[in-house]
């Protein structure tokens, strides 16, 4: 292969690639989350890319729970809220409606489904880090909606 294969215009093309949307909670905090998938069946993982200049990697520790919330189709406001990022201490949930049980991670109740979530370990990647996480529990709680997917038109950022 040659160089001039490589300066194709390869964030297009991977940017083809889809993904969901979903918001991932803590006890404290949520983001919005786009690289997410199973990793795994005996026990049911997947893993979440988290930019490594988030604060909330920091929390991130094995055993530290997490919530997947699944967004349905139309999620705008929910995207826009939690892709702009909060800082640590921020009141990331403030007039939403979620569920939050002391040192759990929060359920938002617009989702279509939900898991409940364990970190396992952690693995840096280049930029991000992969939290694979253990699900412990889960529901479909809209089976009639669908979720939502997109597509990037340059991979190379967000």
């Known amino acids: 292969m040659t160089a001039e294969i490589f300066k194709s215009d390869w964030p297009a093309a991977l940017g083809k690639v889809p993904s969901g949307l ?3 909670t803590t006890p404290d905090t949520g983001f919005l989350a786009s690289w997410v998938q199973q990793c795994g069946f005996k026990p049911p993982q997947i893993t979440i ?3 490594n200049d988030r604060p909330v990697l920091e929390t ?3 055993g530290a729970p997490l919530g997947l919330n699944v967004l349905p189709e ?3 406001a929910l995207i826009g809220h939690f892709g702009k990022g909060f800082a640590p201490g921020e009141a990331a949930f403030e007039g939403l409606d979620v569920e939050a049980i002391d040192g ?3 359920k938002l109740n617009a989702a279509m489904a939900w898991l409940e ?3 396992a370990s952690r693995h840096v990647a280049g930029d991000h880090t992969l ?3 253990t699900v412990v529990a889960g529901e479909v709680v809209k ?3 669908k979720p939502t997917i997109h597509t990037r038109r340059d991979a190379a950022r967000y």
């Open 22 to 24: 979903f918001i991932v």
């Open 74 to 76: 139309g999620s705008k």
């Open 131 to 133: 939290v694979i996480a």
């Open 60 to 62: 991130l520790t094995d």
């Open 104 to 106: 759990q991670a929060v």
């Open 117 to 119: 979530l364990r970190v």
């Open 49 to 51: 890319a988290v930019a």
């Open 143 to 145: 089976p009639e909606q």
